[in-house]
């Protein structure tokens, strides 16, 4: 990826609506039916929190803010 701003608020765009799509499905799925593993019994809201942190970490890496 070339380093267009364009290029890389675009890039941004999408891994949000990645993560935020992520989070839509883990806090509609089921617990699993096997042994949890570390961070398996985090909340949605847990979860949510984690994936808000990482984006602001990738927006502020890519220079972008809220």
């Excluded at 999408?14 to 089921?30: M, Q, V």
């Amino acid at each position: 990826m070339a380093d267009d701003p364009e290029n890389l608020d675009a890039a941004a765009d999408r891994l949000e609506a990645a993560l935020e799509r992520i989070a839509h499905l883990a806090a509609a799925r089921p617990a699993p039916a096997h042994a949890p593993v570390a961070d398996s019994d985090l909340s949605a809201a847990e979860i949510a929190e984690r994936l808000d942190s990482l984006i602001g970490r990738l927006k502020a890496a890519l220079g972008k803010s809220d």
